[in-house]
């Protein structure tokens, strides 16, 4: 009986042990597929202003956006860090004026703005099937990473040689490689940071390819307002659209200074609120206002 009941004792270990490392290798991933339903679930009522900075190779432009129940509208108010010419200032008063007029092509920028959050979420959902995850240790999160003092788990992932992808949309999963960090106490993605290892085609309504090399950053906190905020996004990408168009998307963007917006805004009422905070702009510092438009 004793060398029975050895036998069991060392069978039950092994299969405590299997079960165990079954167990920390399928964390990584149920982490990811809650992490996901929640950032679809998201849906705050709160609407923000905030600035948008981007930088690419002709310079840079920054915008003061006010998001409202409609559509988020958005104002040029600077190029290359200085604010508009009274003439630049005009032609956007009169860009936002024609949208306001124009109630169908409104619709037409709604309808955009919903395909796009429609082929985020597609890509959202993809995530736990279309990478093999392992944990990289932790770091903690700030202002604009993840939520300040959160630990932040840190994920490296590659491709999953089992996964086929539903469309040309979630395409480019399968040839990405990098890391997530995820603020497991609010359960959220404080950061996806991903280069592509080969070439792979992709979507969008359009046929073409990115080139091996591309790399694709994009990450969230709560800016200190308590609600997330995508602060960074980080495009740096080459290939061909229709099979010989040359693409190049170089650029970064960074989103700051987020205020509460009034609540129930229209977008009529935004756009006037915007055309004010550009008129303070230029008159606080007329001396800036200048046609020389040269990227630093």
């Known amino acids: 009986m004793r060398p029975r009941f050895l036998f069991l004792?060392?069978?039950?270990?092994?299969?405590?042990?299997?079960?165990?490392?079954?167990?920390?290798?399928?964390?990584?991933?149920?982490?990811?597929?809650?992490?996901?339903?929640?950032?679809?679930?998201f849906n705050s009522s709160t609407k923000f202003m905030f600035r948008e900075r981007e930088e690419n190779g002709h310079g840079t432009q920054t915008k003061a956006i006010v998001q409202t129940k409609?559509?988020?509208?958005?104002?040029?108010?600077?190029?290359?860090?200085?604010?508009?010419?009274?003439?630049?200032?005009?032609?956007?008063?009169?860009?936002?004026?024609?949208?306001?007029?124009?109630?169908?092509?409104?619709?037409?920028?709604?309808?955009?703005?919903?395909?796009?959050t429609e082929r985020t979420n597609r890509i959202m959902k993809a995530l736990p099937d279309a990478f093999l995850y392992e944990p990289d240790g932790v770091q903690t999160g700030t202002k604009e990473l993840g939520n300040p003092g959160d630990e932040l788990v840190r994920l490296k992932f590659r491709p999953n040689p089992d996964y086929s992808a539903p469309s040309h949309t979630e395409q480019v999963l399968t040839g990405m490689v990098g890391y997530m960090l995820i603020d497991k106490s609010q359960g959220r993605i404080a950061k996806i940071d991903g280069t592509l290892e080969?070439?792979?085609?992709?979507?969008?309504?359009?046929?073409?390819?990115?080139?091996?090399?591309?790399?694709?950053?994009?990450?969230?906190?709560?800016?200190?307002?308590?609600?997330?905020?995508?602060?960074?996004?980080?495009?740096d990408l080459t290939g061909k659209i229709l099979f010989f168009r040359k693409l190049?998307?170089?650029?970064?963007?960074?989103?700051?200074?987020?205020?509460?917006?009034?609540?129930?805004?229209?977008f009529a009422q935004a756009v006037e609120l915007l055309k004010k905070q550009a008129q303070e702009l230029a008159e606080n510092r007329p001396q800036m206002a200048t046609s020389d438009r040269s990227p630093r």
């Open 70 to 116: 409609e559509l988020a509208a958005g104002m040029l108010v600077a190029i290359n860090d200085k604010p508009l010419t009274v003439e630049e200032r005009r032609n956007e008063e009169a860009r936002l004026d024609e949208l306001v007029n124009n109630p169908q092509e409104l619709r037409k920028k709604q309808k955009a703005d919903r395909d796009d």
């Open 198 to 235: 080969k070439e792979v085609g992709f979507g969008w309504g359009i046929l073409g390819h990115l080139d091996k090399g591309g790399r694709f950053v994009v990450q969230q906190g709560t800016m200190g307002t308590g609600v997330w905020q995508v602060s960074r996004m980080d495009l």
């Open 9 to 41: 004792l060392l069978l039950g270990i092994v299969q405590q042990q299997v079960m165990r490392a079954q167990t920390v290798s399928a964390a990584p991933v149920e982490l990811v597929r809650q992490t996901v339903q929640n950032e679809i679930n």
């Open 248 to 266: 190049v998307v170089k650029s970064t963007q960074t989103f700051s200074d987020f205020h509460e917006a009034p609540p129930n805004l229209t």
